[in-house]
Nanobody
Framework: QVQLVESGGGLAQAGGSLRLACAAS????????MAWFRQAPGKEREFVAA????????YSTDSVKGRFIISRDNAKDTVYLQMNGLKPEDTAVYYC?????????????????WGRGTQVTVSS
């Protein structure tokens, strides 16, 4: 089992920045690819960004490219999402996810572990 706990959400103004963190515990963190998803009110959960177990490969959805950066620190069992240039449409609950398959995370299927989420609200 892997437990994931997100932090760093909150209220930001449009154009501002927030940094989300997801702390993992349980099985070896470095064995897992990690990702961030988000769910806005009335919408389905959507993929935001993923990072391979060694941090070498990353992938993000088009709407956040150039603004959001995913990274990880395997020594701290933590994955981060640096969010810059925030827009009101980034408002959502952000979820951390882990799976042994980087591909599964990228396509959003059969994901093994989820955090409970952290709220991000961007005001205009």
């Amino acid at each position: 089992q892997v437990q994931l706990v997100e932090s760093g959400g909150g209220l930001a103004q449009a154009g501002g920045s927030l940094r989300l963190a997801c702390a993992a515990s349980g099985r070896t963190f470095s064995s897992y690819a990690m990702a961030w998803f988000r769910q806005a009110p009335g919408k389905e959960r959507e993929f935001v960004a993923a990072i391979a177990w060694n941090g070498v490969s990353t992938y993000s959805t088009d709407s956040v490219k150039g603004r959001f950066i995913i990274s990880r620190d395997n020594a701290k069992d933590t994955v981060y999402l640096q969010m810059n240039g925030l827009k009101p449409e980034d408002t959502a609950v952000y979820y951390c996810a882990a799976d042994s398959s980087y591909r599964n995370l990228r396509i959003g299927v059969a994901i093994a572990y989820w955090g409970r989420g952290t709220q991000v609200t961007v005001s205009s």
